[in-house]
Structure formats: structure tokens, C-alpha cells
């Protein structure tokens, strides 16, 4: 009995030897003046980012695993912001990960996020400092100044490659500011050997946040290249649309924060670019295509617009019906943050189905970067959700689907966001749209999506194999054990477009 009450205590002793007590963050107190130069390129209103990171390859300004972030009130350039993580408007993502780390270096970057026309940090106009380091001790001083401001993107000069930029009407009009429209354009390889030739046309949506200047690095790429200035590659005009808004990605569609920008593309870009590439419209050869939220992009157009277009292929598209938003159901559940079971809701996984990011840590991650400390203006993947998909608040932002802290669901608000709910907009309109629609839908996704947008994939899919009067023909394919758009290729959808053009 003695040796057993002996090696009870020296188990319990153990126990607390090994429980070593929490550390202290460390804090930072940090400095930011604004270069001579850069005072006159300054706005006010912005949100300045501090990021660091102990991985000397990453920028971090777009790798970061520690962000902190703040909206300077009335800050007056030619004078210092203190940015001091003891404050309590102070914000940050990770700065427990410092814990422990004394005498360890680590990088940093500040970033002034101030372009009112795009929500994004790394976009034109956003004012930024070299990259720097510093020993992490108890409290850590820097000086920092902001010295460089981002430049306009610029597309690679070729012969095939043409650009589109224009300024649109209506969205001036909505926003009371010019507001610009951009699209870069890839000519078949026969187009200058056919002078007033009509080529079928496809309009590429880029993926989340994604920009016209993608048609750089196409070009670029010596097997798409080598293959597509060929006699035998796809006789298409291959159109890579641009994603910018001022709220993050506007999804091409009308929103009543974005503004029509679902007009704007069908009235006045594409006219545009059609016009200058000789397109003809009678031809019915108007195709989309587009990965993840270019996926969404490119199924949304083609049932908001059945009769403009005239087929599309969607890879990994964002969900397609809300009641599986991801694991979501915003219609029923009662937050974003953790499943009916009560456990932390995921927001990404591995292809062998491992959690790895909880949707608490991704909207803590847009709180951060927001000017407003909520995801509506991060310009990141929910902040570009709910601009799109839902109202307008008083205060002239986008009205929160979801509490920013307790992830807690407005279901008024979530209500709101049917009408851009693809499945329930077929359930509703399949007797016109659904003849409407044969022979032009093909998607793709994989069952191990990192997103888990596959599940709302399964359900339209489920949708679509009950329907009548007509039977849909949407061709719905899923590959085991495939994740978040690991099937794209640039030429495999050109080759289809090229032979339903063609007709077979």
C-alpha cells in the first residue's frame, strides 16, 4: 500500500514540475512616420498593418503569421502614429505565437491600406515600408517609415495580347467617382492571318481577388505558350476579366454595395472588347469559365444570364447554395464559428480530410485588416461575400450576415442573401430557366475540396438530377480524393470551348 501511495506522489510531483507557468506577450511599440515623398500620395482613413515573421523567404506582408492592425484617427503625415499593442484599439491576429520566442529574430513590414477602390492590401496606391528585423525581447521599439507606394499593374506588351480599359457609367454613377472597368484580351494564334474573321470568345473570372494581370503570367508560361501560338490550338478569344471592388472581389454580379457591376460587364465591357476583337454576337459562341470563386463567377453569369451566354465551365466554384455554405447552413444555424455538435466549426482542410484553419481564426484574420475592426471592409474572402451578397447599412457599409466576435448569424440579414443563392434561384425559375440552360453548364470539383465547397456542389447536383419538363443535361463531375481546384488547366477548358464552338 506504501508503494503505491509513494508512486501516486511521485506521478502528481511530476505533473507539476512539467506545467511550466503561462509566458507574458511580449509588446510592441512601434513608431510610423511617412516619408517627404509619400506625404502627398497620403489618404486618410486607412488602416495601417504591421506584419511579422520569423521566415526570412516569406514577404511579410502577404505570409505573415503575426498581424497587427489599427485605423489611425485624423493622423497627420508629417508627424508620427504610435502603433502600441498595450492599446486597446489595437488589434491583432498571432501575437500570442511570441510567446517563448525571446531572442529570436523576426521580420517586419507596415502597410497603410488606403485605396478606396480596392479593398486589398497589395494594390495600387497602398503606401508600404522596406522589409526589416528585429531581436524579440519583453518590449520591443521600432521606427519604421513608410517609403514606397505600390504601383498601377501593368500587362505584358505582345502582339496577342491587347488591354480594355474603360470607365463605366453606372458604377461612376453608384459610387459618385470615376469607377474603371479592366480586361486584358489573348488572340488565337490565327487571328492576324484572318482579318475580319468572327472567333468564338471565352471570359475567364479570375479567382478570388484575382486581376486581369493573370494574363502575364499565362503568356509567360512556356508550355501554354508554346502550345497556343500553334495552328492546332484552339481558334478562341481568350478575355481574362478583372475581380476589383471596393469591398474585395465583386463576383461580377449587382450588389447593392458594389454597385451593378453585373451591368457594367454585360452593357458596357464586353460590348467594348467584343466590338474591338470583331466578335459577333449572333454567332451564340459567349463563354465563361473560371476557378473557385471564377467558378462561382462563371456558373452565377450563366444563370443570371441564360440568354447572354452561352455556356459555361466551372472548376471548385465558391458554394453554390447557402444551406452548405462550406459546413455552414446560414439559413438554420445559429453561428459560423461552431457546428451543431458544438465543436469548432473548420474552415479548410487536407485532402485526407484534416482540419487545419477553424472559421474563428479566419474572420478574426479580416477583423484584423479591416479599417472598420470587422470583416466587412478586409476585402478578404467574407468581407467580398457579405458586400456582395447582402444589403446596405446605415452607416453606407455592407450590414454584417454574422456577428465579427461571436460568429453569432443574422438570420434577417442571412434571409437577404437568397437572391444570390444559385440553387434556390434553378429551384425557383427552372420552368424558364431550365430550357434555357441545356447544353451549357459543365463543373467540376473535387470530393476533398479544401473549402469544402463540394458539399454545396453535391446538393445542386442533387437539385439538377430530379428536374423535368426539362431534364437538365449539366454535365457535374467530382474526382475522389481531389482538392480545391487541382484539375484547372488553362488548356483542357479552351480545348472544350473550342470543340462546342465547333459543335461537337
Not at 454574422?402 to 434561384?425: S, V
Not at 479552351?494 to 465547333?502: R, Y
Request: aromatic share 12%; with cysteine; charged share 20%.
Amino acid at each position: 500500500m506504501k508503494i503505491k501511495i509513494t508512486s501516486f506522489l511521485i506521478f502528481c510531483f511530476s505533473m507539476v514540475v512539467v506545467s511550466a507557468p503561462a509566458q507574458e506577450t511580449p509588446s510592441l511599440q512601434v513608431k510610423i512616420a511617412v516619408s517627404p515623398e509619400m506625404q502627398k500620395s497620403f489618404q486618410q482613413g486607412g488602416r495601417l498593418l504591421l506584419h511579422l515573421t520569423s521566415q526570412r523567404e516569406k514577404d511579410s506582408r502577404n505570409k505573415s503569421e503575426i498581424t497587427i492592425g489599427v485605423t489611425p484617427q485624423n493622423w497627420n503625415p508629417s508627424r508620427t502614429f504610435v502603433i502600441d499593442t498595450k492599446n486597446k484599439n489595437v488589434s491583432n491576429n498571432g501575437m500570442e505565437k511570441l510567446s517563448g520566442h525571446n531572442s529570436e529574430k523576426y521580420y517586419y513590414k507596415v502597410v497603410y491600406k488606403q485605396n478606396i477602390d480596392d479593398g486589398n492590401e497589395s494594390v495600387e496606391g497602398n503606401l508600404f515600408s522596406p522589409i526589416d528585423s528585429f531581436i524579440l525581447s519583453k518590449e520591443v521599439k521600432l521606427n519604421i517609415t513608410l517609403q514606397s507606394v505600390i504601383p498601377a499593374a501593368t500587362i505584358v506588351e505582345h502582339k496577342f495580347v491587347k488591354t480594355v480599359v474603360i470607365q463605366s457609367k453606372c458604377l461612376s454613377e453608384f459610387s459618385g467617382r470615376p469607377r474603371f472597368l479592366k480586361a486584358a484580351v489573348l488572340l488565337p494564334s490565327g487571328y492576324f492571318e484572318n482579318p475580319g474573321k468572327a472567333y468564338p470568345i471565352c471570359y475567364r473570372a479570375p479567382g478570388l481577388n484575382g486581376r486581369y494581370t493573370a494574363i502575364n503570367g499565362q503568356i509567360k508560361e512556356k508550355e501554354f505558350a508554346d502550345w497556343w501560338f500553334t495552328a492546332s490550338a484552339p481558334q478562341v478569344i481568350y478575355v481574362f476579366l478583372d475581380s476589383q471592388g471596393p469591398y474585395g472581389d465583386t463576383y461580377q454580379v449587382d450588389s447593392e454595395n458594389n454597385g451593378p457591376c453585373g451591368k457594367a460587364l454585360t452593357q458596357e465591357l464586353i460590348p467594348a472588347i467584343e466590338k474591338m476583337v470583331n466578335y459577333h454576337p449572333e454567332s451564340k459562341k459567349r463563354y465563361l469559365t473560371g476557378k473557385s470563386t471564377g467558378g462561382w463567377v462563371a456558373f452565377g453569369l450563366q444563370v443570371l444570364y441564360p440568354d447572354f451566354f452561352d455556356g459555361t465551365w466551372s472548376y471548385s466554384p465558391d458554394p453554390v447554395d447557402f444551406g452548405h455554405y462550406g459546413l455552414i447552413d446560414i439559413y438554420q444555424d445559429s453561428t459560423i464559428f461552431y457546428n451543431r455538435y458544438g465543436y469548432l466549426q473548420p474552415g479548410k482542410r487536407t485532402t485526407y480530410g484534416e482540419p487545419t484553419f477553424s472559421m474563428q481564426d479566419w474572420i478574426k484574420g479580416e477583423n484584423v485588416v479591416s479599417r472598420t475592426n470587422d470583416y466587412r471592409v478586409s476585402g478578404g474572402q467574407f468581407g467580398a461575400y457579405n458586400a456582395v451578397f447582402g444589403p446596405k447599412g446605415k452607416d453606407g457599409l455592407p450590414t454584417l450576415m454574422f456577428d465579427p466576435i461571436t460568429g453569432k448569424i443574422d438570420h434577417t440579414i442571412a434571409k437577404q442573401w437568397e437572391k444570390y443563392d444559385l440553387t434556390k434561384i434553378l429551384e425557383r425559375n427552372w420552368t424558364v430557366l431550365g430550357p434555357k440552360l441545356q447544353g451549357k453548364i459543365w463543373i467540376w470539383t473535387g470530393d476533398m475540396d479544401g473549402l469544402y465547397s463540394n458539399v454545396a456542389t453535391r446538393f445542386l447536383k442533387m437539385y439538377l438530377d430530379k428536374t423535368e419538363n426539362p431534364k437538365s443535361d449539366a454535365k457535374i463531375s467530382f474526382t475522389p480524393m481531389a482538392g480545391h481546384c487541382q484539375e484547372w488547366s488553362d488548356k483542357v477548358v479552351l480545348t472544350m470551348v473550342a470543340q462546342k464552338a465547333s459543335g461537337h
